[in-house]
C-alpha cells in the first residue's frame, strides 16, 4: 500500500486530539459555523441542528450557524476558515480536495463501488495522518465526515446509455478533479456556481446538473432539467473544517465535545439524506414532470411504488458498466501527473473491501 493511500482515512476527528495540551475550560467557546447552501438543503439543515445540539446540551461550546452564501460561495469561505475569519465550514468533501491529491478522488466518477466501500475508507486507519498533515501545512483541519447517497444528474434530456453522456453540458464547480471526472464520462462540464445552477439550467447555459436529490429539491433544478439519472457513479460526503488556531486554543474537553456534536449531526445526515432520497426523487418527478432512470432494480421499483411504474427507466448494466470502465481508465491516466494521485492510487482503492 502506497505511502498516499496510507494517508487517506481518519476517524472524526478523535485520533487528532492525542497528545494535544488540555488547556483549562473556564468560559464558554463560540464559534462561527457557515454551511453555504441555501435554507432547507441538507447541509443547511445539518448547520442548524448542529447549534440547536450544542445550545440544548448547554456546552461549553456554543456555535453560531450562518446560514446561505452570505460569507460568498463554499470556495470562499473555506479560504475564511484557513485565515480565521470564519472557524468553521460544513460542506462537501470536494473542497477540501485542493489540500490533497489523494481527497480528489472521492469526487471521482465510478471509483467507489457503493456507499459501504466509500465509509470503509473514510472509517480506515488511513485518515489520521493525512489530517494532521492538512492542518500543519494549510491551517485546516477536517472534523468527521458524513458518507451520503448518490449523487443523481438532473437532465432535459432522457440518458439511457453512456453515449447520451457524450458532450453534455454537465455542471461543474471550478474543481479540476470534477472537471475531469465529468470529461472521464464523456461529459463537457461547465463551471458554474452552486446557487445559479437553476439560471443556467433555465436559459440553456448547461443541460443538466449532479447533486444529491434531497438538495436539489429547495433549488428547483428539478423544475428545469425533470429527468433524473442515478448511476451510483459518485456519492457525498459532507466534511466539517476549522481553522487549526482555532482547533488547537480549545481545551481538550472542548474539542471532545464539539466532535461529539458533530459526529451526532453527521449520523443525523446520513440516515435523513438515506431515508429521504427515494421519496425525494418521486416528489421531483412529480413536481416536474421527469422520469427516474437508473441501473439499479431495487431503486425502479421503489420509486416506481411511489410514483407509478410510468416514471421509470432502466438504464443498461452494460452501458454503465462502459462509462465505469471509461472513466476509471481516465482516471488511471492520470495518476502520476503534477496534482494527482499517486500512480496505483485507484487500484489500490478498489481493492479495499
Known amino acids: 500500500m502506497s505511502k498516499e493511500i496510507r494517508k487517506f482515512c481518519h476517524g472524526a476527528a478523535v485520533a487528532a486530539m492525542v497528545g494535544l495540551t488540555a488547556l ?22 445539518a448547520g442548524n441542528r448542529l447549534h440547536t445540539l450544542l445550545r440544548e446540551q448547554d ?33 462537501d468533501i470536494a473542497w477540501a480536495a485542493p489540500y490533497s491529491n489523494f481527497l480528489k478522488a472521492t469526487s471521482f466518477s465510478f471509483v467507489f463501488r457503493d ?23 494549510q491551517g485546516v483541519r477536517i472534523l468527521g465526515a458524513a458518507v451520503l447517497p448518490s449523487r443523481a444528474f438532473f437532465t432535459k434530456v432522457t440518458p439511457q446509455r453512456a453515449a447520451d453522456f457524450e458532450g453534455l453540458k454537465i455542471r461543474s464547480p471550478q474543481l479540476d478533479n ?17 446557487n445559479e445552477v437553476f439560471l443556467a439550467l433555465q436559459t440553456g447555459l448547461v443541460d443538466g446538473a449532479h447533486g444529491l436529490p434531497v438538495d436539489v429539491q429547495p433549488n428547483n433544478w428539478h423544475k428545469a432539467a425533470p429527468n433524473v439519472t442515478d448511476l451510483e457513479d459518485m456519492f457525498g460526503v459532507h466534511v466539517w473544517m ?41 416528489s421531483l418527478l412529480d413536481q416536474g414532470g421527469g422520469v427516474f432512470i437508473t441501473h439499479n432494480a431495487a431503486k425502479r421499483e421503489a420509486v416506481a ?42 487500484d489500490e482503492l478498489q481493492s479495499v473491501r
Do not use: C
Open 242 to 282: 476549522i481553522n487549526e488556531t482555532r482547533w488547537s486554543g480549545m481545551s481538550s474537553a472542548d474539542q471532545a465535545t464539539l466532535v461529539a456534536a458533530i459526529d451526532e449531526v453527521d449520523a443525523w445526515m446520513t440516515a435523513t439524506a438515506e431515508a429521504e432520497s427515494l421519496s425525494t426523487i418521486a
Open 178 to 194: 470534477w472537471l475531469e471526472s465529468y470529461k472521464a464520462i464523456g461529459a463537457n462540464p461547465t463551471p458554474v456556481n452552486w
Open 115 to 137: 456507499q459501504e466501500h466509500l465509509a470503509g475508507v473514510l472509517d480506515s486507519a488511513m485518515m489520521a495522518e493525512l489530517i494532521d498533515e492538512i492542518a500543519a501545512e
Open 305 to 346: 411504488a411511489l410514483a407509478g411504474a410510468d416514471k421509470v427507466v432502466a438504464f443498461p448494466e452494460d452501458e454503465r458498466e462502459a462509462m465505469r470502465n471509461k472513466a476509471l481508465a481516465a482516471g488511471k491516466a492520470l495518476e502520476g501527473q503534477a496534482t494527482w494521485w499517486a500512480p496505483g492510487v485507484l
Open 24 to 45: 483549562s475550560a473556564s468560559a464558554e467557546v463560540s464559534l462561527n459555523v457557515a454551511t453555504v447552501d441555501a435554507a432547507g438543503t441538507l447541509r443547511n439543515l
Open 59 to 91: 456546552a461549553g461550546v456554543q456555535v453560531r450557524h450562518i446560514e446561505g452564501p452570505v460569507l460568498g460561495n463554499a470556495a470562499q469561505v473555506r479560504d475564511q476558515v484557513a485565515e480565521g475569519s470564519v472557524d468553521i465550514i460544513g460542506t
